[in-house]
């Protein structure tokens, strides 16, 4: 059975609330599961029990770390471990609720440019009401109900491992889901499949103990010296920076199928878009969407020696993000209409999917280097839009598709 997500639990001291935690996931109707659970060196039975049920349960693996380090590393050791499309990370005193994965996953499996889901949260124990303000922001930086892609928490680095984050403040969480709610597209499902079981003293109850909200803004009444100290904006605003070069290194590579499959499996938010796009794209062009910036990725770093063809029009927007992408390239024009009877080797064709241009394509399509990359824009939209991705789809011995996003589509030359 392929693995199609891993639920990662970090566990420390919590023996008599593991074991309902595991139980909440296995009752999960959902194929492909694997569980982590990481023993962050508790000094209770925890190790023991997380022993046990590897012991009977072959999808579950148990990890111990040889000293406390705390939740962020041993989260970031099981999305070491971790080898699905997609992960979570359950604290061990939590517990997933009917639908928790079939839910996430099902948008996730359909939607290709949503890098995560994230669900509502029942809280049981806290010491008193959660208005709406400090519910959301609770539901939005907690680390147990969402459900991500596992190359996006890859790229992300995790969570930070700061000693800082360890202080009254904690916040690795927040870091986290900072960078996954600002680079990257996200859907949130505002039912509560999550159960978060509040423990006297924990980090939420001094959430609570130190904020007020008047149902519209949330207000700190005292701050930790974590933060009063800017030791907690220095280390996130660090890790956000590591997390920028990755990407940056990411997006420089000249190695084309990692880079395509990079923007296949996450979903290139606005601020990543406008990064990108001011580094490598003269200023004076109006930035684009995700599929449009892709179209310059793909002239940029595709593979080979070639032309890039551009096939049917749009407006011109096309042709100038396959442009920036040829200039950075440093190739020159881009071949458009019919192929002439001399015509060499191409790299790049992309066409704006309309049935009437299928005898160009078609009289294109052999020029196509292997390695090189076939781009359908507008594929959905009508007019027979669908018949070339579903062409080269079923040609499966000669094209791969490598990203598929609303209405485009990437395929990559595997065989002549």
Aim: with cysteine.
């Amino acid at each position: 059975m392929t693995e199609e997500v891993t639920v990662v639990i970090p566990c420390f001291n919590d023996e008599t609330v593991l074991e309902r935690a595991l139980r909440s996931v296995l009752a999960q109707d959902v194929a492909g599961l694997r569980i982590i659970i990481v023993d962050d060196g508790s000094t209770d039975g925890s190790a023991a029990v997380a022993e046990r049920w590897a012991g009977d349960h072959a999808l579950v693996t148990a990890v111990r770390l040889p000293e406390n380090r705390g939740a962020a590393a041993a989260r970031n050791r099981g999305l070491e471990l971790a080898t699905g499309t997609y992960v979570c990370f359950l604290d061990s005193d939590d517990e997933m609720l009917g639908g928790f994965l079939s839910r996430t996953l099902g948008v996730l499996t359909h939607m290709a440019h949503v890098a995560s889901v994230s669900t509502g949260i029942e809280f049981v124990g806290a010491s008193e009401e959660l208005d709406p303000t400090r519910y959301a922001a609770l539901v939005n930086s907690g680390p147990s109900n969402v459900v991500v892609r596992r190359a996006v928490a890859q790229l992300i680095g995790g969570f930070p491992e700061s000693a800082t984050f360890r202080g009254e403040s904690a916040g690795e969480d927040i870091v986290f889901r900072t960078i996954l709610r600002e680079c990257f597209s996200q859907i949130h499902l505002n039912d509560r499949l999550l159960r978060y079981h509040v423990k006297e003293g924990s980090h939420l109850e001094r959430f609570l103990d130190r904020t007020a909200s008047d149902d519209r803004r949330l207000t700190f009444e005292r701050l930790t010296k974590e933060e009063s100290s800017g030791a907690i904006d220095r280390e996130g605003g660090a890790f956000m920076e590591s997390f920028a070069q990755r990407v940056r290194g990411a997006a420089s590579s000249n190695l084309a199928v990692g880079a395509l499959s990079y923007l296949q499996v996450l979903s290139v938010g606005a601020a990543e878009i406008e990064a990108f796009r001011l580094a490598q794209v003269s200023t004076t062009e109006a930035p684009g969407g995700v599929e449009d910036y892709v179209l310059h990725v793909c002239a940029a770093l595709g593979p080979g020696a070639g032309a890039i063809v551009d096939v049917g029009a749009d407006g011109g927007g096309a042709a100038a993000w396959l442009a920036s992408g040829a200039k950075r390239a440093g190739r020159e024009g881009i071949l458009s209409g019919p192929p002439s009877s001399g015509a060499g080797p191409v790299r790049l064709l992309s066409v704006a999917c309309d049935a009437a241009l299928d005898e160009t394509f078609e009289a294109w399509l052999p020029h196509v280097v292997t390695g090189g990359l076939v781009v359908l824009r507008g594929v959905g939209e009508g007019h027979g839009s669908d018949a070339l991705d579903t062409m080269l789809g079923t040609r499966t011995d000669q094209w791969r598709r490598v990203i598929s996003l609303q209405s485009l589509r990437v395929f990559e030359k595997i065989a002549p």
